[in-house]
């Protein structure tokens, strides 16, 4: 069988300007969706040219950015800093809530339609996200809060969000752009993780896998973001959410073959779709790889043509569904921004 039409990558492209090769590479391999970087971002203008060329592609990818507000903000060159989410929440909900609302109105200004956040790891005081302010609270139920109203913040924009980092990273204490965690903690202490997760998982129907090794959740072998068995947790859970990896390139997963065959695997994990986010120029190797492994496997090609479909319903969603509110001007978002740092004073 043959490769999907359209393959379920979420890819970064090089530099502020699509190039006449970057966009012959995209006609020929077709991807699912774009995550934008502070390289693609020079300024207003400029980005939103950049979006309106990515979307005159055909299947039209949909655009994502990574912008959670304090250490995490792609787009600080445009508007300056952002209260992390972990000061807005020592504020409570009104300045998380207009922390999204921030985030979506600068979305929607620019043409992207889907920001990867909230962040609903766990806040344990020794964790690594934690260190880094991107935690909302410890409590399980005060995090849904929490990135519910940051959600919120997003819909008024129409911009969707995305869970992340299923199971949990709120305890690993190390970077997995770097290393392989492993979470010695018990199936019980996991549910604590996992339940904000099923709170949330039908409001905010994307869910991010991370880099990590949880051996009481029945894999002791693969990271969460190549086995199948916690894979299918996350699709299992309520409202069947589509299921993305983190970025492929990370450090966690160096051991563990070169980058096609960390998209084989994790395709085969039944992930929808992947993030690979910084080798924009291996697309070609990457489907060629995805071809092979339909060519060797009917069940993997049949099972790829239905996870790209769901990728392009989502796609097609966020699309329609960001279009159906008039982007704010330019002025607007500033006045967000002012607003979100002045509720965090």
Wanted: a negative charge; glycine letters at 10%.
């Amino acid at each position: 069988m043959k490769a999907p039409s359209m393959l379920p990558l979420i890819v970064g492209i090089p530099g502020p300007v699509l190039e006449e090769d970057e966009l012959r590479s995209l006609e020929e391999y077709p991807v699912a969706g774009i995550i934008l970087f502070s390289r693609n971002i020079v300024d207003g203008e400029q980005t939103r040219a950049l979006v309106r060329q990515l979307r005159l592609l055909e299947p039209r990818p949909f655009v994502t950015v990574d912008l959670e507000g304090g250490m995490v903000n792609r787009l600080s060159a445009l508007w300056g800093e952002l209260p992390s989410g972990a000061e807005a929440a020592a504020v409570g909900i009104p300045a998380v809530q207009a922390l999204g609302e921030a985030a979506g109105a600068a979305c929607r200004y620019l043409g992207i339609h889907q920001d990867l956040a909230p962040v609903v790891d766990l806040g344990f005081p020794e964790g690594l996200l934690s260190g880094q302010k991107r935690c909302l609270a410890r409590n399980a139920g005060e995090v849904a809060r929490l990135a519910s109203a940051f959600h919120q913040g997003l819909g008024r924009w129409c911009v969707g969000g995305c869970l992340k980092h299923f199971p949990g990273l709120g305890a690993v204490e190390i970077d997995t752009h770097l290393e392989l965690p492993r979470l010695e903690l018990t199936e019980e202490e996991m549910e604590e993780h996992i339940g904000v997760f099923e709170a949330l998982s039908e409001e905010i129907p994307v869910v991010m896998v991370a880099h990590v090794l949880v051996p009481a959740l029945g894999d002791p072998l693969h990271p969460a973001s190549l086995s199948r068995n916690l894979v299918q947790k996350a699709l299992n859970l309520p409202g069947r959410p589509v299921v993305v990896s983190d970025d492929l390139e990370m450090g966690a997963l160096e051991a563990l073959g070169d980058l096609p065959d960390r998209v084989i695997k994790a395709l085969q994990a039944h992930h929808h779709g992947v993030l690979v986010c910084n080798s924009f120029d291996r697309l070609p190797e990457i489907a060629e790889a995805i071809a092979v492994a339909c060519r060797e496997d009917r069940g993997f090609a049949q099972r790829l043509d239905e996870d790209v479909a769901r990728l392009g319903t989502l796609g097609h969603g966020l699309c329609r569904h960001s279009a159906s509110v008039p982007a704010p001007d330019e002025n607007t978002v500033s006045h967000l921004w002012e607003r979100a740092r002045n509720l965090c004073k």
